[in-house]
């Protein structure tokens, strides 16, 4: 017979690899996370230390994006889900069960750009509106002049990079556009994914990255730390007390001291008072259910009582900044009642 | 000579040289990639690369050992579905399918063909995932053989045509029973084919990155069983390549270069596997 032996002996040993998990498979607990990019570096570094601690826990994230967290975390294919921008009251309701928002860390949304010989650029609110919707055209435009007499400025068209992709970045970006300029509140407004009057869409924050990297002449908005990493020159914006604040962990976390946290910590921290906020500044957070199956819940809580604890500290040296005190006592007074 | 036979003898050397250019083309791109991914792969390879776990985002080193054999189990749970449903669906079509159903399967089975991959992965997705609220390597599986099947069956049963009638009459004519004829006759005979177009849809399905995003899922540590996330290597080099750090820029090539050593591998063996004179006792 032609071959059969040989067939047979690797039908035999791949099913026996295939098995073999089944009888390997211990008294380990997996919980299963989807979500933000964002945070994405914080959150596997805190995964992976707890594991560390307690080798019988494994949490997987995926960093799918905030729109895919809440997708995934309505339709219950995981654990707990993750965004950078609050769920609205029609998404919460939307889900089965209670949806509990827990604020994790801090980050700050930075306008990135591309105008060779330019280094430093401070920006205000109405440029930045101007500037994605389409009004100011020119990097040369008084209003940005104004702002920036020293910076050489060459008469080159600004091109406008955003997110194609449904994405808390831009919930954040738009968010504060909206609060600084009334005409982007009624013509574009506030979302994960808005109608965008001007510019080229990019996947991500890597995507918009990229893409500013790679014209001259662009403007784009990416997470901190992709701007960083990237070796992308990014603006300082004037905050509300008109002084302009280039984005770090400490303007972050001043942003969020003045910030009043409501009950379900959904809460917006674009535009904060005091002279050394960052004015794109949000907090990120976790999804999880109020009532979880299993061992899930009491796992879940667990660890989010070690983020709230140790986590916080590994925070600053990832570019993140921690909660401040009186929200992480709320978060922790909030998450008893996990189950 | 004249001057109609000069020109047909230049546009004759201008023909064949240009078929010897785009031949030229189409083998370069081939080595092209593979030189490119081997440049900048080979320098992240190391034997902690592909036994290790990976480390935390941003900090360098780990390795991707958890994705390698995540993603032979997923392409080995995508074989056992996808072979044996495609192999037997092509003997129905070449022994039996003369007729309208068989039009009609193989019709089914080229649109499915030209069905984009991330379909089947939402399809696979509403079909396994939210039934059992789990991403799985399952329904990795279970993508990755949607995509199989009608390449193992329209290759199977080109290659059983091939199969001389005469050997199936002469077959018959002995007495064999239909389901005798092909199982020792008409199979074994085209073996090599089925094999060259199993190993065809192996290679195909294992770069597949689009299915598995939204049901293998990934995973960063090592998977239980079939029923959680498993990581595979096309996601772990889509998640790396799009990521704003560099070591994993070039642990995305690394791993690029493993997928198609792995492929490339599997395919030499098996090749090999099937060179071997066949032993004719029977």
């Given at each position: 017979?032609y071959?059969?032996?040989?067939?047979s002996?690797?039908l035999?040993?791949a099913a026996?690899?295939?098995?073999?998990?089944?009888?390997s498979?211990?008294?380990?607990?997996?919980?299963n996370?989807?979500?933000?990019?964002?945070p994405?570096?914080?959150?596997?570094?805190?995964f992976d230390?707890?594991?560390?601690?307690?080798?019988d826990?494994?949490?997987?994230?995926?960093s799918?994006?905030?729109?895919?967290g809440?997708?995934?975390?309505?339709?219950?294919?995981?654990?707990?889900?993750?965004?950078?921008?609050?769920m609205?009251?029609?998404e919460?309701?939307?889900?089965d069960?209670?949806?509990?928002?827990?604020?994790?860390?801090?980050?700050?949304?930075?306008?990135?750009?591309?105008?060779?010989?330019?280094?430093?650029?401070?920006?205000?609110?109405?440029?930045?509106?101007?500037i994605?919707?389409?009004?100011?055209?020119s990097?040369d435009?008084?209003?940005?002049?104004?702002?920036?007499?020293?910076?050489?400025?060459?008469?080159?068209?600004?091109t406008v990079?955003?997110r194609a992709?449904?994405?808390?970045?831009?919930?954040c970006?738009?968010?504060?556009?909206?609060?600084?300029?009334?005409?982007?509140?009624?013509?574009?407004?506030?979302?994960?994914?808005?109608?965008?009057?001007v510019?080229l869409?990019?996947?991500?924050?890597e995507g918009?990255?990229?893409?500013?990297?790679?014209?001259s002449?662009?403007i784009?908005?990416?997470?901190?730390?992709?701007?960083?990493?990237?070796?992308?020159a990014y603006?300082?914006?004037?905050?509300?007390?008109?002084?302009?604040?280039?984005?770090s962990?400490?303007?972050?976390?001043?942003?969020?001291?003045?910030?009043k946290?409501?009950?379900?910590f959904?809460?917006?921290?674009?535009n904060?008072?005091?002279?050394?906020?960052?004015?794109?500044?949000?907090?990120?957070?976790?999804?999880?259910?109020?009532k979880?199956?299993?061992?899930?819940?009491?796992?879940?809580?667990?660890?989010?009582?070690?983020m709230?604890e140790?986590?916080?500290?590994?925070?600053?040296?990832?570019?993140?900044?921690?909660?401040?005190?009186?929200?992480?006592d709320?978060v922790?007074?909030?998450i008893?009642?996990i189950? | 000579?004249?001057?109609?036979?000069?020109r047909?003898?230049?546009?004759?050397?201008?023909?064949?040289?240009?078929?010897?250019?785009?031949?030229?083309?189409?083998l370069?791109?081939?080595?092209?990639?593979l030189?490119?991914?081997?440049?900048?792969g080979?320098?992240?390879?190391?034997?902690?690369?592909?036994?290790?776990?990976?480390k935390p985002?941003?900090?360098?080193?780990g390795?991707?050992?958890?994705?390698?054999?995540?993603?032979?189990?997923?392409?080995?749970?995508?074989?056992?579905?996808?072979?044996p449903v495609?192999?037997?669906?092509?003997?129905y079509?070449?022994?039996?399918g003369?007729?309208?159903?068989?039009?009609?399967?193989r019709?089914?089975?080229?649109?499915i063909?030209?069905?984009?991959?991330?379909?089947?992965g939402?399809?696979?997705?509403a079909?396994?995932?939210?039934?059992?609220?789990?991403?799985?390597?399952?329904?990795?599986?279970?993508?990755?053989?949607?995509?199989?099947?009608?390449?193992?069956?329209?290759?199977?049963?080109?290659?059983?045509?091939?199969?001389?009638?005469?050997?199936?009459?002469?077959?018959?004519?002995?007495?064999?029973?239909?389901?005798?004829?092909?199982?020792?006759?008409?199979?074994?005979?085209?073996?090599?084919?089925?094999l060259t177009?199993?190993?065809?849809?192996?290679?195909?399905?294992?770069?597949?990155?689009?299915?598995?995003?939204?049901?293998?899922?990934g995973?960063?540590?090592?998977?239980?069983?079939?029923?959680?996330?498993?990581?595979?290597?096309?996601?772990?080099i889509?998640t790396?390549?799009?990521?704003?750090?560099?070591?994993?820029?070039?642990?995305?090539?690394a791993?690029?270069?493993i997928?198609?050593?792995?492929?490339?591998?599997g395919?030499?063996?098996?090749r090999?596997?099937?060179?071997q004179p066949?032993?004719?006792?029977?």
């Amino acid at each position: 017979m032609y071959n059969n032996q040989n067939t047979s002996l690797a039908l035999a040993l791949a099913a026996l690899f295939l098995m073999a998990p089944f009888f390997s498979a211990g008294a380990e607990t997996t919980l299963n996370g989807a979500g933000a990019t964002f945070p994405y570096p914080i959150y596997s570094k805190w995964f992976d230390e707890y594991n560390k601690i307690h080798p019988d826990i494994k949490i997987n994230y995926q960093s799918i994006g905030s729109g895919g967290g809440i997708k995934q975390f309505t339709a219950k294919t995981v654990d707990f889900g993750a965004t950078d921008g609050p769920m609205s009251d029609k998404e919460i309701f939307a889900v089965d069960g209670k949806p509990v928002h827990i604020p994790t860390v801090l980050g700050a949304v930075v306008p990135t750009f591309n105008v060779p010989g330019v280094a430093n650029l401070v920006f205000d609110g109405n440029i930045l509106a101007g500037i994605f919707l389409g009004t100011i055209k020119s990097w040369d435009d008084p209003a940005i002049k104004g702002l920036n007499p020293e910076a050489a400025l060459p008469p080159s068209p600004i091109t406008v990079v955003h997110r194609a992709d449904g994405s808390g970045t831009t919930y954040c970006f738009t968010d504060y556009l909206s609060a600084v300029s009334p005409e982007w509140k009624k013509t574009v407004g506030t979302g994960k994914a808005v109608n965008w009057p001007v510019g080229l869409g990019g996947k991500g924050n890597e995507g918009v990255a990229g893409l500013v990297k790679q014209t001259s002449g662009a403007i784009g908005y990416v997470e901190l730390i992709y701007a960083k990493s990237n070796n992308l020159a990014y603006g300082a914006v004037k905050n509300r007390a008109g002084k302009a604040v280039l984005a770090s962990v400490e303007a972050v976390s001043a942003a969020a001291a003045s910030a009043k946290i409501p009950a379900d910590f959904r809460v917006s921290i674009v535009n904060a008072s005091g002279d050394t906020s960052y004015p794109i500044s949000t907090f990120t957070w976790l999804l999880v259910y109020e009532k979880n199956s299993g061992k899930t819940g009491a796992v879940l809580k667990e660890f989010l009582v070690w983020m709230l604890e140790d986590g916080q500290k590994l925070a600053p040296n990832l570019g993140y900044a921690p909660l401040p005190a009186n929200v992480n006592d709320m978060v922790k007074a909030r998450i008893q009642s996990i189950k | 000579m004249s001057a109609g036979f000069r020109r047909r003898q230049r546009i004759n050397t201008f023909m064949f040289f240009l078929t010897g250019v785009f031949t030229f083309i189409a083998l370069s791109t081939l080595f092209f990639i593979l030189g490119y991914i081997a440049y900048h792969g080979i320098s992240s390879l190391s034997w902690d690369f592909v036994t290790k776990l990976p480390k935390p985002v941003g900090e360098t080193g780990g390795g991707i050992a958890n994705a390698i054999v995540g993603s032979l189990k997923i392409v080995g749970l995508a074989s056992l579905i996808g072979i044996p449903v495609g192999v037997l669906g092509a003997v129905y079509l070449a022994e039996f399918g003369g007729n309208r159903i068989g039009f009609l399967i193989r019709y089914a089975a080229d649109v499915i063909n030209g069905v984009p991959s991330i379909v089947i992965g939402i399809f696979a997705y509403a079909l396994v995932v939210l039934p059992m609220k789990q991403f799985s390597a399952l329904s990795g599986g279970v993508a990755l053989s949607i995509i199989m099947i009608p390449l193992v069956i329209r290759t199977t049963e080109e290659f059983l045509r091939l199969v001389p009638g005469s050997i199936r009459e002469a077959a018959l004519a002995l007495g064999l029973p239909q389901w005798k004829v092909i199982l020792r006759v008409v199979l074994p005979t085209a073996a090599r084919g089925i094999l060259t177009g199993a190993i065809l849809s192996v290679s195909r399905i294992a770069g597949e990155t689009a299915p598995l995003l939204f049901t293998a899922f990934g995973n960063r540590y090592w998977d239980d069983g079939l029923l959680h996330p498993i990581a595979a290597l096309p996601l772990t080099i889509f998640t790396y390549a799009i990521s704003p750090y560099d070591d994993w820029h070039k642990q995305a090539w690394a791993a690029a270069l493993i997928l198609i050593l792995i492929v490339l591998i599997g395919n030499i063996l098996a090749r090999l596997l099937m060179k071997q004179p066949s032993p004719q006792s029977h």
